[in-house]
């Protein structure tokens, strides 16, 4: 007798998440040695405290959750007020006037993610990602019958390679996503990168006769650590979406709270726009979690102290050059995207975990040679790790 699944999420559940399964041996080294002797660089989970204001906001929930349906649905976009709050959000970073209809409330930006792919891809359609990225997009893709396809970024810089994107692109292309700053390298694509993107998926619209989107996954715009521009991809693309988040600006990563913003250039930009509207309910969300979206209306100016994560940053730079492990300074983000010190990254991840360091193989995002380490941790367990990260270096180098 089977055992009652999908086959393919059997096969799913044999290959697991090298970001999870990091996170879970965590847990296990916790428990034998003690919190303080582990560090743990795994998951890109905020430690930071919620803003002031997201109290002050859960407070007046608190005090309205008397009120009838105060808790109760609402349309399944998200609340009208809301929804024009964030319009203007979004039409100021993207330099571009939104209208409030075009904006879709959502459960976090992942739940965006797989709203947007069920509207818009029919078995067979493919998407393309710059590699590395975060991995659980090739399951979103594949959720809805869809195909992702990597093309691999430059090595050691992630600058995107033109030649691996035009060779990626095929008559079954429906989108192209990027995640800039990008999850896991940190790395902020310059406005040169995304008009040439923007020409070049122009021209293979043209050439496949066949709508291609552009997706903007932008939960770590206020990550941006140098000023950086962050460039808008409603200018520079007419057939373009943004997917965002709060659960980093405002670390409320398990509030679930997210948008989707169509942009009004695309034609029929109404039709997708309902099409996004009616895949957020039939997925079974029907709609964004209420209290997360009332706590967002009083505190969408809000966010977490940058200043903490800038010098948390070079806290990590310093660790990692004192071990003599190469990385690209990120731009944005709470990651590092480090070399490792031997091809096979699983060997020095393994030597790490005798340091009782936890980081992610860049296997685990489609990049092999490299670690992920999410600095998103306080400042101690980083100075913490010192030690660990040069014995272990040292180790796998014959060095030790």
Do not use: W
Not at 122 to 137: K, L, M, T
Not at 295 to 324: F, G, N, P, T, W
Not at 355 to 380: H, M, N, Q, T, W
Request: net charge neutral.
């Amino acid at each position: 007798m089977d055992d009652g699944l999908n086959p393919a999420i059997s096969a799913c559940l044999g290959k697991g998440s090298m970001i999870r399964r990091m996170f879970e041996a965590g847990i296990e080294l916790k428990k034998r040695y003690g919190a303080d002797q582990v560090y743990d660089f795994s998951l890109g989970n905020p430690d930071l405290p919620p803003p002031p204001e997201v109290g002050e906001a859960l407070k007046e929930c608190a005090r309205r959750a008397a009120l009838p349906f105060s808790i109760g649905y609402m349309p399944n976009a998200g609340y009208p007020e809301l929804r024009a709050r964030l319009a203007e959000k979004v039409a100021a970073e993207q330099q571009c006037p939104v209208p409030a209809e075009n904006l879709i409330v959502t459960c976090g930006a992942a739940g965006g993610i797989n709203v947007f792919f069920h509207a818009v891809l029919s078995p067979g359609d493919e998407v393309i990602v710059p590699a590395p990225y975060f991995v659980e997009y090739g399951f979103y893709a594949a959720n809805f019958g869809g195909k992702l396809v990597p093309a691999p970024s430059r090595d050691f810089t992630f600058e995107l390679d033109f030649d691996a994107l035009e060779a990626a692109f095929s008559a079954r292309t429906r989108a192209v996503i990027i995640n800039s700053p990008n999850n896991p390298t940190g790395r902020i694509y310059t406005r040169e990168e995304c008009c040439r993107l923007a020409a070049l998926i122009d021209k293979m619209q043209r050439r496949f006769g066949r709508t291609i989107y552009l997706v903007s996954d932008e939960p770590y715009r206020f990550l941006n650590f140098d000023g950086a521009e962050i460039p808008s991809v409603f200018e520079i693309f007419g057939n373009s979406c943004v997917i965002g988040s709060f659960s980093k600006t405002l670390s409320l990563a398990g509030e679930r709270i997210g948008y989707i913003a169509v942009s009004p250039k695309i034609a029929g930009a109404g039709k997708l726009t309902a099409a996004l509207t009616f895949c957020n309910r039939i997925q079974g969300f029907v709609n964004a979690p209420a209290l997360g979206q009332q706590i967002l209306l009083r505190c969408l100016d809000a966010q977490a102290d940058l200043e903490i994560y800038r010098r948390r940053r070079a806290a990590m730079a310093k660790v990692l050059s004192d071990a003599s492990i190469e990385f690209t300074l990120p731009g944005g983000a709470f990651y590092f995207f480090a070399r490792s010190p031997v091809p096979d990254e699983k060997v020095f991840v393994d030597a790490l975990l005798a340091e009782r360091i936890l980081v992610v193989p860049g296997s685990g995002f489609g990049r092999p040679g490299y670690v992920r380490i999410a600095f998103c941790v306080d400042e101690k367990v980083i100075s913490g790790a010192a030690e660990g990260f040069a014995a272990a270096a040292a180790k796998v180098t014959g060095k030790a």
